[in-house]
């Protein structure tokens, strides 16, 4: 029998759109529970998490505003 889980993948287009200005705090909030939900909170689920994201420029600095910041070097291409 096969122990190894398959990967959970969350994939968000578009993801610099997570630092709009226009967004309320609430929603903010709502967004940073899932992003902290599926990075750490994810129960007895201890298969590996892949965040496949493209955005802007920004993207990566918005990211770090949710606390999502461990980036290995080659993760991020521009």
């Known amino acids: 029998m096969n122990s190894l889980k398959k990967p959970t993948i969350v994939a968000l287009d578009e993801a610099q ?5 226009d ?10 529970d899932v992003l902290d939900h599926l990075h750490n909170k ?8 892949i965040f496949l994201m493209n955005g802007l ?4 600095q918005i990211l770090k505003e949710y ?3 461990r980036f ?3 993760s991020v291409i521009h």
């Open 17 to 21: 759109k997570l630092g709009n200005k």
């Open 23 to 32: 967004l309320s705090s609430d929603k903010k909030a709502i967004i940073g």
């Open 42 to 49: 994810r129960g007895n689920n201890k298969n590996a998490l």
């Open 57 to 60: 420029g920004r993207t990566k």
């Open 67 to 69: 606390d999502i910041s």
């Open 72 to 74: 290995a070097t080659s």
